[in-house]
T-cell receptor
Framework: DQQVKQNSPSLSVQEGRISILNCDYT??????FLWYKKYPAEGPTFLIS?????DKNEDGRFTVFLNKSAKHLSLHIVPSQPGDSAVYFC????????????FGKGTKLTVNP | KAGVTQTPRYLIKTRGQQVTLSCSPI?????VSWYQQTPGQGLQFLFE???????NKGNFPGRFSGRQFSNSRSEMNVSTLELGDSALYLC??????????????FGEGSWLTVV
């Protein structure tokens, strides 16, 4: 039972354009969401997070949107840069003092120069 | 400020052996959790520790165990290694679990190959 789903295994965009990575979840107990960027053989690097009390959070080129009713979140990267090419993971955790992250399978983003 | 440090970075073990992996969290962080990444299963939660107590455990067999020390450093152990245990083992740390804005940071991981 996959509670966090990233339905697009890969995404290719042109440098300077917007990258939109999507994530859906099924567990209504999730209320804190994080996005990580990962290169092969390295640990995930934290990008941005959002709490369920918000619907948007921005940090520089990265914006995360949360639609609780649809159980959907998205990560927008504007403008996209070749250095953004990596695998992006969406993760969710329930409230209640747990650090147990449930990860999606990841989306491989390729930004072409 | 040093990040999450994991040792060793790479190791090769034989089936049936056991292995111990070490994690030093970011200074001041008291929560440590462990994850396994494999190509087939993705990133999966192993266990979580806070103040030397295991708070949560993932769906892994009893061969997988861990502990946390008073200085927040953590170790995980896998006994009777199987070929399927070959994976990247990741440690993560955070300040206080379950609080809004509590960012969870990952180490570089320990690559385990079982032959």
């Amino acid at each position: 039972d996959q509670q966090v789903k990233q339905n697009s295994p890969s995404l290719s965009v042109q440098e300077g354009r917007i990258s939109i990575l999507n994530c859906d979840y099924t567990n209504s107990m999730f209320d804190y969401f994080l996005w990580y960027k990962k290169y092969p053989a390295e640990g995930p690097t934290f990008l941005i997070s959002i709490s369920s009390i918000k619907d948007k959070n921005e940090d520089g080129r990265f914006t995360v949107f949360l639609n609780k009713s649809a159980k959907h979140l998205s990560l927008h990267i504007v403008p996209s840069q070749p250095g953004d090419s990596a695998v992006y993971f969406c993760a969710a955790t329930p409230r209640g003092g747990s650090e147990k992250l449930v990860f999606g399978k990841g989306t491989k983003l390729t930004v072409n120069p | 400020k040093a990040g999450v440090t994991q040792t060793p970075r790479y190791l090769i073990k034989t089936r049936g052996q056991q292995v111990t992996l070490s994690c030093s969290p970011i200074s001041g962080h008291r929560s440590v959790s462990w994850y396994q990444q494999t190509p087939g299963q993705g990133l999966q939660f192993l266990f979580e520790y806070f103040s030397e107590t295991q708070r949560n455990k993932g769906n892994f067999p009893g061969r997988f165990s861990g502990r946390q020390f008073s200085n927040s450093r953590s170790e995980m152990n896998v006994s009777t290694l199987e070929l399927g245990d070959s994976a990247l083992y990741l440690c993560a740390s955070s300040l206080v679990p379950g609080t809004d804005g509590n960012t969870i940071y990952f180490g570089e991981g320990s690559w385990l190959t079982v032959v």
